[in-house]
T-cell receptor
Framework: EAQVTQNPRYLITVTGKKLTVTCSQN?????MSWYRQDPGLGLRQIYYSMNVEVTDKGDVPEGYKVSRKEKRNFPLILESPSPNQTSLYFCASSPRTGEDKILVYEQYFGPGTRLTVT | GQNIDQPTEMTATEGAIVQINCTYQTSGFNGLFWYQQHAGEAPTFLSYNVLDGLEEKGRFSSFLSRSKGYSYLLLKELQMKDSASYLCAVASGGSYIPTFGRGTSLIVHP
């Protein structure tokens, strides 16, 4: 089954304790992205990756790191989590289409990770 | 960047038709997307418009006017399961990566 998986689905942690949220897709998509979703603010992009070893900042990258060492995986790292990073996080992937394969088309989202930092 | 505006919340009756509007201010338009998101779940893709006009897909249709910076999602024969948030996303300004609006929460009542 074509899917995007995230782990863990739920996490409660304390300020300053490093954590990693994993994301994996089995559709051979070049593009992957991380979003956070907060009430009243919608989906905001944290980081994205157009292909292996290529990552870029989104709209809200502060306090986060990512890596893309292989096509299927795109982990999100919080080196020193703070309470303002309490949120619902989504990973997404998409094929790149169109001329020169620059268009990010339909995005497939993972089930979400609900993170609470106390 | 782009400024994307959608109503925060709408209500409608089962069996009726509802239109959810999305306006945007941007340059270099590269496409507009609609996603559906049920509470506590991941967004799922509904439609993509890059040319002016109406795209119909079953009970859902999406319309785009590039000159007016305007799109709408039309839902016909509403069902209770259509209660969800509807997210408008726009790719523009030299980027082919869409930015999401804050979403419209649709409540369908009997």
């Amino acid at each position: 089954e074509a899917q995007v998986t995230q782990n863990p689905r739920y996490l409660i942690t304390v300020t300053g304790k490093k954590l990693t949220v994993t994301c994996s897709q089995n559709m051979n998509h070049e593009y992957m992205s991380w979003y956070r979703q907060d009430p009243g603010l919608g989906l905001r992009q944290i980081y994205y990756s157009m292909n292996v070893e290529v990552t870029d900042k989104g709209d809200v990258p502060e306090g986060y790191k990512v890596s893309r060492k292989e096509k299927r995986n795109f982990p999100l790292i919080l080196e020193s989590p703070s309470p303002n990073q309490t949120s619902l996080y989504f990973c997404a992937s998409s094929p790149r289409t169109g001329e020169d394969k620059i268009l990010v088309y339909e995005q497939y989202f993972g089930p979400g990770t609900r993170l609470t930092v106390t | 960047g782009q400024n994307i505006d959608q109503p925060t919340e709408m209500t409608a009756t089962e069996g009726a038709i509802v239109q959810i509007n999305c306006t945007y201010q941007t340059s270099g338009f590269n496409g507009l997307f609609w996603y559906q998101q049920h509470a506590g779940e991941a967004p799922t893709f509904l439609s993509y418009n890059v040319l002016d006009g109406l795209e119909e897909k079953g009970r859902f249709s999406s319309f785009l006017s590039r000159s007016k910076g305007y799109s709408y999602l039309l839902l016909k024969e509403l069902q209770m399961k259509d209660s969800a948030s509807y997210l408008c996303a726009v790719a523009s300004g030299g980027s082919y990566i869409p930015t999401f609006g804050r979403g419209t929460s649709l409540i369908v009542h009997p």
